[in-house]
Each structure stands twice: as C-alpha cells, then as structure tokens.
C-alpha cells in the first residue's frame, strides 16, 4: 500500500500570506501529481512532477519534488481567497494508478 | 464543454438496495477509474477499465462491481449498500498510448451517495 502523509491537514490564514504544506511518503514515486479539490467536485490537476528536486511553478503557487522522490510541498504566495479548496498530492505508481493522500484543506480568509 | 460527467450528483439509497452510478466521458479516453472518497479521507482507485480489461484493486469489496459497455460509458453497482459505502464516488478517464506512461485523469464532478 502506497501511504502519503499531507500536512498540515487544515490551514486557515489571511488574505495576502504565504503558505506551505507538505506531502511526504516512505515510498519512491516515478512521479507525483498536486490537485485541489472544491466542495461538490472532483479533484483538478494543478501539475506534475517527475524529477527528484524539480520545482515548478504555477503563477503564484510554487511546487517542488524531493531530491529522492518520496516528498512534496507546495508553496502559495500572497494567497488569495480564490485559493481556498482542499489539496491532494497523489503518487504515481504502477499502470498509471493514483496514491492519494487525505488531503490540506487551506481556508483564506478575505 | 463537459468532459467527464456523472449522473445522478446525488444518490439516496435504502439499505441493501442495489444502486448504479454512471459516468461518461467525451474525451474517447480508453482508461476509466472509479474511486471512492469517503469523508476527510482520500480518494481510494476501487477499479479501472484499460480499454475493456477490467482491473479490480485487490481491497475493493465484492458488494462493488462494474460494467463498460462501450468507450464513452462506464458503470458502478453496488450490489447491497451498507451504511459504509455512503461517501462521493468520482469517475476519471485517461489516455495512454502504452501500459506505464503517466498521463492525466480527468475527474468528473462525482456522485455523492447517502444510504439510509
């Protein structure tokens, strides 16, 4: 079983901070994928990444993949109330299948 | 627009009742996943379809099982809800050219299922 840690697993913060969490896992993933999820919808891929200590970013979010591949964060500046929604890392591993973990569920507050 | 769609969004069921969910997509993708997201849990792979080969997860229960008629449609039946299996079923598709290259899943909106 393909376990993934996210935490914190709830943040709350202003409007205009910046915020980090976190996904880590005791398991080598060949990639590992970052979605938010609203309420009442399905999860929405944010991005990918594939190579041990890739950072990408996405506007204003910022993610970066562990030099050994089994952990993950992802960095939000200036964090807008539009950022609110519950963030899920998924390792990918074998046929293209999908680890996810429970989730960060970020609150900003206007 | 719509991509991957789920219907009903909501589904009440009795217990014990067989209910089926459905998905359908309009991407022509030749993989189809159903997953199982109970509340403040993760999203669990019950099964996928690639192309019409069913693989079933190795912990999914037997009360759940699926169909695939054809590309676009793809079905879950629970066959006797218990009070456990309430929680948001979201269907995703993918294309792959070749069994182990890492492509997107596109999720629907899902269906949340409550049984009394």
């Known amino acids: 079983t393909q376990l993934l840690e996210q935490s914190p697993q709830f943040l709350s913060i202003q409007e205009g901070e910046n915020l980090t969490v976190y996904c880590n896992s005791s398991?080598?993933?060949?990639?590992l994928q970052w979605y938010r999820q609203e309420p009442g919808e399905g999860p929405v891929l944010l991005v990918t990444v594939v190579t041990g200590g890739e950072v990408k970013k996405l506007k204003r979010l910022t993610f970066q993949f562990g030099d050994a591949r089994k952990d993950s964060s992802l960095h939000i500046t200036a964090a807008q109330p539009g950022d609110t929604g519950l963030y899920l890392c998924?390792?990918?591993?074998?046929?293209?299948?999908?680890?996810f973990g429970k989730g960060n569920q970020v609150v900003v507050i206007p | 627009d719509a991509m991957v769609i789920q219907n009903p969004r909501y589904q009440v069921t009795q217990f014990g009742k067989p209910v089926t969910l459905s998905c359908s997509q309009t991407l022509n993708h030749n993989v189809m996943y159903w997953y199982q997201q109970k509340s403040s849990q993760a999203p669990k792979l019950l099964f996928h379809?690639?192309?019409?080969?069913?693989?079933n997860e190795a912990d999914t229960p037997d009360n759940f099982q699926s169909r695939r008629p054809n590309t676009s449609f793809c079905f879950l039946d629970i066959r006797s809800p218990g009070l456990g299996d309430a929680a948001m079923y979201l269907c995703?598709?993918?294309?792959?050219?070749?069994?182990?290259?890492?492509?997107?899943?596109?999720f629907g909106p899902g269906t949340r299922l409550l049984v009394l």
């Open positions: 995703a598709t993918s294309s792959q050219g070749g069994r182990g290259i890492q492509e997107t899943q596109y």
């Open positions: 398991s080598v993933f060949s990639s």
């Open positions: 379809y690639y192309d019409k080969d069913f693989n």
């Open positions: 998924a390792g990918i591993y074998g046929n293209n299948r999908l680890a």
